[in-house]
């Protein structure tokens, strides 16, 4: 069986040639609920941007369930989150629900995050925008 980054190359590789034979710009949705696997979230999103050329990438990182929890943390993980925001505009959507679940304010969230009041439901909309 082929490893979860085997397949999300496939996947990366057949959103540019879809993207670009449309002449659109390339759109790419994460969904991270598990907080183990912010390390592969963050190399993915910068491997997109550098195939695709920095000013041609538009991603979305929607944060659910458990993985918001990581997001209070001062650190590494934080400080790449911030840099994807900065220097690339990459989007950062943290569930309200998945906040109020855990007890988790708001205002613990750093100020690149934006907060909607349901990730699955920003998940299908921005599916419906394109990004995959």
């Known amino acids: ?70 997001l209070p943390a001062r650190g590494n993980i934080q400080n790449q989150l911030a840099s994807l925001n900065s220097k690339y505009g990459v989007q950062i959507l943290v569930c309200n629900n998945a906040l109020n679940e855990f007890g988790l304010p708001a205002s613990d969230l750093p100020p690149f995050a934006k907060v909607v009041p349901a990730g699955i439901v920003a998940l299908q909309q921005l599916q419906a925008e394109g990004y995959a």
Do not use: E, W
């Open 1 to 70: 069986m082929p490893s979860s980054l085997t397949l999300l190359s496939i996947l990366l590789a057949f959103i540019l040639l879809v993207a670009s034979a449309h002449g659109q710009q390339p759109k790419l949705l994460l969904h991270i609920d598990d907080p183990s696997t912010i390390n592969l979230v963050i190399g993915n999103t910068q491997n997109f941007i550098n195939a695709v050329a920095p000013a041609n990438a538009s991603v979305v990182i929607v944060f659910n369930y458990l993985a918001p929890l990581i």
